[in-house]
């Protein structure tokens, strides 16, 4: 389809403003997650429910996006899950109450799976072959200075004007978006396929139950001790039937409307796609989880929430910058060996923070292993992303979009799972070690707390209980801290080996033709 040239531009805006919108939300709300747990009375393993809950509700919506974006029409479907999305941001802005905040974070997810998903979804749909990598370029570039903006506008509203109105912002964007989507948005037809026009209720039943089941499985394992759990095991077990009963029931005969055509997945730039969506999330979301947690938590002295936002949207504009050479990087040399040099940055720089995590790391010690991080992000992306829908009709594009979103989301979860695992078990081992070297230097330790007991006494005007009990308080923070930036360390070190195992993934997608 050609459109008018202000036409065009007036979409991509509106393209970029919606999914924005979810950007926005997304990286404030994992930037201020202390805040809220602080503000709400509860623990900061309860309020990453907060995540959890956003991020299991995109996993289910996204297997079933491509059949609602044929069956209502992309542009209805994209503006009622942006006025879906407004709604439940002012429910999570005026909920009182933590499970109600909930609610309406799965609403949210639902909602942010569309907007997450259908600005590929328009661009190759409405726009024509020859604009398209200019096209994904430049919202692209928009999606990271909104990640930005949300970082800065986030962590200043919540540090000076309690964390409810950085929802706000937001508000505004969707409006803006909402206007400008229905003054510039094409209205294209739905599908008349039958598969599109006829639901497959009993295959997204299936998807959904086994997501679902999935999902708590990959939240509350660890908490539950995984296997030794009777409910874990029951999950596990829903889970991989109705994964195995997913595709047979895809590929039947019977099955006049199947919910997507996994045959799309024959073709090996598809499937190497949709194989290298899993790691390529399980990077994304584990590292930009892991950061601001460290920053907020661990870091001394600790982090405010604004200074927090200035240092993660930092790494947002260089993400932008280097965003707009990607393009000429991948048309040089092809998007297999475009991989891999985005491999050959993503190691060095998780091995970088790896080495300079300490407690008392200046935090501008990290923004080179940054820089290498976002020059990593977008080769990454657009290389995995353009190879899951280089090579499919026009008929099935629905389908590889959405089956390379779902991996990238199955990705981002299982990363943020097994990350908040290995932490948690690198938290005992080195809680251990660090007791055994006080035991063993047990009149080192003595002495050190004699000394923290007399500086305490003679500065703070304590009595002289009191000041050893301040002595022990201060040894037991510091030991806390040191224990904490290790367990995080070893976090960035389980990043490098999970680029080093996608090293080995990337001969399965084919060679592309490049430009001499």
């Given at each position: 389809?050609?459109?008018?040239?202000?036409?065009?531009?007036?979409?991509?805006?509106?393209?970029?403003?919606?999914?924005?919108?979810?950007?926005?939300?997304?990286?404030?709300?994992?930037?201020?997650?202390?805040?809220?747990?602080g503000?709400?009375?509860?623990?900061?393993d309860q309020?990453?429910?907060?995540?959890?809950?956003?991020?299991?509700?995109m996993?289910?919506?996204?297997?079933?996006?491509g059949?609602?974006?044929?069956?209502?029409?992309?542009?209805?479907?994209?503006?009622?899950?942006?006025?879906?999305?407004?709604?439940?941001?002012?429910?999570?802005?005026?909920?009182?109450?933590?499970?109600?905040?909930?609610?309406?974070?799965?609403?949210?997810?639902l909602?942010?799976?569309?907007?997450?998903?259908?600005?590929?979804?328009?661009?190759?749909?409405?726009?024509?072959?020859?604009?398209?990598?200019?096209?994904?370029?430049k919202?692209?570039?928009?999606?990271?200075?909104?990640?930005?903006?949300?970082?800065?506008?986030?962590?200043?509203?919540?540090?000076?004007?309690?964390?409810?109105?950085?929802?706000?912002?937001?508000?505004v964007?969707?409006?803006?978006?909402?206007?400008?989507?229905?003054?510039?948005?094409?209205?294209?037809p739905p599908?008349?396929?039958?598969?599109h026009?006829r639901?497959?209720?009993?295959?997204?039943?299936?998807?959904?139950?086994?997501?679902?089941?999935?999902?708590?499985?990959?939240?509350?394992?660890?908490v539950?001790?995984?296997?030794?759990?009777?409910?874990?095991?029951?999950?596990?077990?829903?889970?991989?039937?109705?994964?195995v009963?997913?595709?047979?029931?895809?590929f039947s005969?019977?099955?006049?409307?199947?919910l997507?055509?996994?045959?799309?997945?024959?073709?090996?730039?598809?499937?190497?796609?949709?194989?290298?969506?899993?790691p390529?999330?399980?990077?994304?979301?584990g590292c930009?989880?892991?950061?601001?947690?460290?920053l907020?938590?661990?870091?001394?002295p600790?982090?405010?929430a604004?200074?927090?936002?200035?240092?993660?949207?930092?790494?947002?504009?260089?993400?932008?910058?280097?965003?707009?050479?990607?393009?000429?990087?991948?048309?040089?040399?092809?998007?297999?060996?475009?991989?891999l040099?985005?491999?050959l940055?993503?190691i060095?720089?998780?091995?970088?923070?790896?080495?300079?995590?300490t407690?008392?790391?200046p935090?501008?010690?990290?923004?080179?292993?940054?820089?290498?991080?976002?020059?990593?992000?977008?080769?990454?992306?657009?290389?995995?992303?353009?190879?899951?829908m280089?090579?499919?009709?026009?008929?099935?594009?629905?389908?590889?979009?959405?089956?390379?979103?779902t991996?990238?989301?199955?990705?981002?979860?299982?990363?943020?799972?097994?990350?908040?695992?290995?932490?948690?078990h690198?938290?005992?081992?080195?809680s251990?070690?660090?007791?055994?070297?006080?035991?063993?230097?047990r009149?080192?330790t003595?002495?050190?707390?004699?000394?923290?007991?007399?500086?305490?006494?003679?500065?703070s005007?304590?009595?002289?209980?009191?000041t050893?009990?301040?002595?022990?308080?201060?040894?037991?923070?510091?030991?806390?801290?040191?224990v904490e930036?290790?367990?995080?360390?070893?976090?960035?070190?389980?990043?490098?080996?999970?680029?080093?195992?996608?090293?080995?993934?990337?001969?399965?997608?084919?060679?592309?033709?490049?430009?001499?």
């Amino acid at each position: 389809m050609t459109l008018p040239p202000q036409q065009e531009k007036g979409l991509l805006l509106a393209l970029g403003l919606a999914t924005g919108v979810e950007f926005y939300v997304a990286d404030g709300l994992n930037l201020i997650l202390v805040d809220i747990a602080g503000a709400m009375g509860i623990s900061l393993d309860q309020a990453s429910w907060i995540l959890t809950v956003y991020t299991g509700a995109m996993f289910i919506g996204i297997p079933l996006s491509g059949w609602m974006a044929a069956h209502f029409g992309p542009r209805r479907y994209l503006i009622g899950s942006v006025c879906l999305f407004g709604l439940s941001t002012i429910g999570c802005m005026i909920s009182m109450d933590f499970p109600v905040f909930l609610f309406w974070r799965f609403i949210q997810g639902l909602a942010g799976s569309a907007l997450f998903t259908w600005w590929r979804g328009t661009i190759y749909t409405v726009l024509p072959k020859a604009k398209r990598g200019a096209s994904m370029q430049k919202t692209s570039i928009r999606l990271s200075l909104s990640s930005a903006c949300g970082l800065l506008v986030s962590g200043w509203v919540t540090e000076f004007l309690g964390w409810r109105l950085m929802f706000l912002p937001a508000l505004v964007l969707a409006g803006t978006a909402v206007a400008l989507l229905l003054r510039h948005y094409p209205d294209l037809p739905p599908s008349r396929e039958e598969r599109h026009q006829r639901p497959d209720w009993f295959g997204a039943a299936i998807a959904v139950v086994s997501i679902g089941a999935l999902q708590v499985v990959l939240s509350r394992g660890d908490v539950d001790d995984w296997f030794a759990s009777s409910l874990i095991r029951g999950l596990s077990a829903i889970t991989a039937i109705g994964c195995v009963l997913f595709v047979a029931w895809q590929f039947s005969p019977r099955n006049d409307a199947p919910l997507l055509h996994l045959g799309v997945l024959r073709d090996r730039m598809s499937f190497s796609a949709g194989l290298l969506g899993v790691p390529t999330g399980m990077i994304l979301a584990g590292c930009l989880f892991e950061l601001p947690e460290f920053l907020r938590g661990v870091m001394q002295p600790d982090f405010s929430a604004s200074q927090a936002g200035v240092f993660m949207a930092i790494y947002s504009l260089m993400t932008a910058f280097a965003r707009s050479q990607s393009g000429k990087v991948h048309a040089r040399i092809g998007q297999r060996k475009g991989l891999l040099v985005a491999m050959l940055l993503l190691i060095p720089s998780m091995l970088l923070i790896n080495r300079l995590m300490t407690s008392g790391t200046p935090p501008f010690y990290y923004i080179p292993a940054l820089a290498l991080f976002a020059a990593c992000q977008t080769l990454l992306l657009p290389g995995i992303g353009s190879g899951a829908m280089s090579r499919v009709s026009d008929e099935r594009f629905l389908d590889a979009v959405t089956i390379y979103m779902t991996a990238r989301q199955f990705g981002a979860s299982l990363g943020i799972a097994l990350l908040t695992v290995l932490i948690d078990h690198r938290l005992t081992l080195h809680s251990s070690r660090l007791y055994e070297a006080l035991q063993t230097g047990r009149d080192s330790t003595a002495s050190w707390l004699r000394q923290g007991a007399g500086l305490l006494l003679s500065h703070s005007g304590l009595s002289p209980e009191r000041t050893v009990e301040g002595a022990i308080d201060l040894l037991s923070e510091t030991g806390r801290r040191q224990v904490e930036t290790l367990a995080y360390a070893d976090g960035f070190l389980f990043m490098a080996t999970i680029g080093v195992l996608m090293v080995l993934l990337i001969p399965l997608m084919p060679p592309t033709p490049v430009k001499k």
